[in-house]
């Protein structure tokens, strides 16, 4: 299952109102194309972008939040970014307030979720630089043959089907099942649209770790940065963070070599947030 999401705020918790201003106001915040409808939620995600999400559809995760700090950490200068598999959104918008000059393409399959993240383009504004397609991301017509990427950023599913519990919401069960592509496609859409340098940035469960390196090898990229991520201190891994480049942009003798860094850790043993993810949240402009 994916994992459990960072926790959001409530307009209505003093705590929210007090980091979310003084700050500019969304753009959209009195468009009334942006109404919060009954089954919807409008949460923190960066600074004072806002995110629209359905009370019980799929909800912004912890691993999304995490995709958009690596990748936006290591292509701090990027001017275009593609986001595969895009949802909701959430990836894309912290990724578009950390890179304020990028221009960004998403590509998302579920109706849904596509109608929710171009709610959201509006609220904070982005419309002008954040172009969301919709479609399975596979399909060649969607991104042309000659477009590149400085990043490419990516929040696969983590499941085959049929290997585990499906879930209750069609958002849900996309967001954790191969219902259209694994992380072999991933691979392969963002080693065909990376630009000289570009960077692509994904997470996947460290015990799937042979898979990953068998779809980068397949597409011709090398993993240059792993980061496994605790979710308590002490206990395994059970996630990674990836950063990759193409083999063929990179010097030979550090193709196909991989830095491990050490684990980050989400919460300390007495279920405190640690402090590197206290330092990190605030990197995307989150309460810690």
């Known amino acids: 299952m994916k994992q459990p999401k960072s926790p959001s705020h409530s307009p209505n918790d003093p705590f929210f109102k007090g980091w979310a201003k003084p700050g500019p106001t969304a753009p959209g915040a009195l468009d009334k194309s942006c109404v ?10 960066s600074g004072h972008f806002r995110l629209f999400q359905l009370r019980d559809g799929h909800r912004f995760s912890t691993d999304d939040v995490l995709t958009a700090w690596y ?19 959430s990836v894309g918008m912290i990724a578009a307030w950390r890179l304020p000059g990028a221009r960004f393409v998403t590509v998302e399959a579920q109706e849904e979720s596509v109608r929710l993240a171009r709610k959201s383009a509006r609220y904070n504004g982005l419309e002008g630089r954040y172009e969301i397609r919709q479609g399975d991301f596979r399909e060649p017509a969607l991104i042309a043959p000659g477009e590149r990427f400085d990043l490419v950023l990516g929040s696969p599913p983590y499941f085959p089907t049929g290997t585990g ?3 209750d919401h069609p958002q849900k069960i996309a967001c954790r099942f191969e219902l259209r592509g694994d992380i072999a ?10 630009a000289m340098g570009g960077f692509f940035a994904c997470v996947f469960p460290t015990e799937q770790l042979a ?11 090398s993993i240059i940065r792993r980061r496994p991520v605790m979710l308590r201190e002490g206990d395994a891994p059970l996630i990674s963070l990836f950063g990759m480049f193409l083999s063929a942009h990179l010097p030979a003798s550090i193709q196909n070599q991989t830095w491990v860094e050490p684990p980050l850790i989400i919460r300390q043993k007495d279920g405190r947030v640690h402090p590197e993810y206290a330092a990190v949240k605030l990197a995307i402009g989150f309460p810690p």
């Open 36 to 45: 919060i409808a009954e089954d919807e939620t409008l949460d923190a995600i």
């Open 211 to 221: 898979r990953v390196e068998a779809a980068a090898r397949k597409s011709g990229l």
């Open 71 to 89: 990748g936006t950490s290591w292509c701090p200068t990027a001017q275009t970014a593609l986001d595969l598999g895009s949802g909701i959104g």
């Open 185 to 194: 496609d991933y691979c392969a859409v963002a080693a065909e649209h990376l």
């Open 165 to 167: 519990i499906e879930g």
